[in-house]
């Protein structure tokens, strides 16, 4: 829902005609220093600057394709560098969590941690890999439907570091939340890459 409000064409104009002065690799840059300037505010107990910065950071994410389209200047560059930095946004995302004191975790935090991370890593990879490898032609990322793409788990982050300030309980359960739709994701994207594999020659 996010994501449709976010590619109308009208909004999208706008966003590329009032944000061009700077570059859209330099937004995509921009975009990763906030993040580290996120989890650093994290790491020093101010969750809610780091939570809110993390959302500033998202929206400059959204910026630089904006850009590079209005401009004439999408490139396969830029895609790569916009894909490399939302994987160390994510990191530092997860990373933020550890800083967080939940109590009584069903796995040690620092297992649930490296499960979220990988699982969240993981979908895009496997998209990445299977049209690097031609098993699924996928270049724009709509061939393999997943449950989560980057805004849902995106969401679920930030909502976690909020809601720790009012609940950690509540809060881990969003980080349970998403490492469930995480292990599905990457379990349902196996599957997709096999089932649309059939599609094409191998």
Do not use: C
């Amino acid at each position: 829902m996010i994501k449709e409000f976010i590619e109308m064409p009208g909004l999208e104009r706008w966003i590329g005609k009032n944000f061009k002065f700077i570059s859209p690799n330099g937004w995509t840059t921009i975009s990763l220093i906030i993040a580290i300037a996120a989890f650093y505010a994290v790491v020093e107990g101010q969750i809610l600057l780091g939570a809110g910065l993390f959302i500033f950071g998202g929206f400059l994410d959204v910026i630089d394709g904006k850009v590079a389209r209005f401009m004439g200047k999408s490139s396969k560059l830029g895609a790569f560098w916009d894909g490399t930095v939302d994987r160390f946004v994510d990191m530092l995302m997860i990373l933020s969590l550890f800083y967080l004191e939940f109590t009584d975790p069903i796995l040690p935090m620092e297992l649930l941690l490296f499960f979220l991370l990988f699982f969240t890593l993981l979908p895009p990879f496997i998209v990445a890999y299977a049209n690097h490898r031609g098993a699924v032609p996928d270049p724009t990322e709509k061939v393999i439907w997943r449950f989560a793409f980057r805004i849902e788990y995106v969401v679920l982050f930030i909502a976690a570091l909020i809601v720790y300030l009012m609940s950690p309980l509540i809060s881990l359960y969003l980080v349970y939340a998403s490492l469930i739709l995480m292990v599905a994701t990457t379990v349902q994207s196996i599957i997709m890459v096999f089932i649309k594999s059939k599609d094409y020659t191998q």
